[in-house]
């Protein structure tokens, strides 16, 4: 019996500690780049997997607006300190927690906030003009 224990503890021990570091990696990835980081006072929060994110995003590409508009992007469903600092641009706009979603923009400059894909197309597009 004592034998058979022996024989399992090893593989457990093995499995515990890479099921340990793969949870400790998922909860403590760094901040995940792109091209658009700068220092911009236009700051769009995103969320990977997010649809009406990826309306903005469509609408960014198909117009240009990386290459015409100075902002950043940032990710939040995976990125700890973007998501706090989401909420931190929120609560600046009087924004309460429960209305607060991505797509998210930041207008730094006139410190205003744009929520949802509608809104923040909007904004875009009168920059565009």
Known sequence: MIMNMKKYLLPLIVLALVAGGFWYW???????SNNNQNN??????YGDGCPHCAKVDEFLKNNGAEDKVDFQKKEIFYNKDNSKLLMEKATSCGLAS????VPFLWDGENSKCFVGDVDVISFFQ???K
Do not use: Y
């Open 26 to 32: 998922q909860n403590n990835k760094p901040a995940q």
């Open 98 to 101: 429960a209305s607060v979603g």
């Open 40 to 45: 911009s006072d236009l700051v769009l929060f």
């Open 126 to 128: 009168e920059k565009l």
